[in-house]
């Protein structure tokens, strides 16, 4: 099945710890998002990658990291730098070319900071 | 960043009936937007797109509007099911490919 994997659906972490989220994607798309969802606000833009090895910073990426090493991939690393990290974490890809098209989302990752 | 509004933050409609979702945006330079569908714990999914080129388009049972004069998006649902409950995002994308996205409606069908 071609798609978005996030892992892991579930995640909790001490205070002071960094802590890396998995995105994969098969739908060889070029551009790959981090948003982040918290109750009653829309999705905010953390990291954006448009190609490998090239990626921009969102509204809100301080305290926040990824890479692009591989088309396929884009980690997500929540630092001890950020203070407010509990949210729902969710990840999208998207076609370049051509003009605006759709975000393909995948299911989420739930990060809560105990 | 640019704002993309709901009108209405909750939504009840009767099974059946017809179910219309409303979204306000700012930029007069987005070019196209998207309505999405998140289910409480999961991924938004993809419902139906419009260019700004377009005023109408349908899908399956869903029906987007846009009126560029008033800035103004809506996504019509016929026959609204059980299954439609959900939040209902508006999305606007801007030269760059950077989407903006409203808060949601949620919406609430009762059987």
């Known amino acids: 099945d071609g798609g978005i994997t996030q892992s892991p659906k579930y995640l909790f972490r001490k205070e002071g710890q960094n802590v890396t989220l998995s995105c994969e994607q098969n739908l060889n798309h070029d551009a790959m998002y981090w948003y982040r969802q918290d109750p009653g606000q829309g999705l905010r833009l953390i990291y954006y990658?448009?190609?490998?090895?090239?990626?921009q910073k969102g509204d809100i990426a301080e305290g926040y990291s990824v890479s692009r090493e591989k088309k396929e991939s884009f980690p997500l690393t929540v630092t001890s730098a950020q203070k407010n990290p509990t949210a729902f974490y969710l990840c999208?890809?998207?076609?370049?070319?051509?003009?605006?098209?759709?975000?393909?989302f995948g299911p989420g990752t739930r990060l809560t900071v105990l | 960043g640019e704002s993309v509004g709901l009108h209405l933050p909750t939504l009840s409609v009767q099974e059946g009936d017809n179910s219309i979702i409303n979204c306000a945006y700012s930029?007069?330079?987005?070019?196209?937007f998207i309505w999405y569908k998140q289910e409480s714990g999961k991924g938004p999914q993809f419902i139906i797109d419009?260019?700004?080129?377009?005023d109408k388009r349908q899908g399956q049972r869903v029906t987007v509007l846009l009126n560029k004069t008033v800035k103004h998006l809506s996504l019509q649902i016929a026959a609204t099911q059980p299954g439609d409950s959900a939040v209902y995002f508006c999305a606007e994308n801007l030269p760059g490919n950077q989407f903006y996205f409203g808060t949601g409606t949620s919406l609430t069908v009762i059987p």
């Open positions: 990658s448009q190609i490998v090895n090239d990626f």
């Open positions: 999208a890809s998207s076609i370049v070319s051509g003009g605006p098209h759709e975000q393909f």
């Open positions: 930029n007069s330079a987005s070019d196209y």
């Open positions: 419009i260019r700004s080129n377009m």
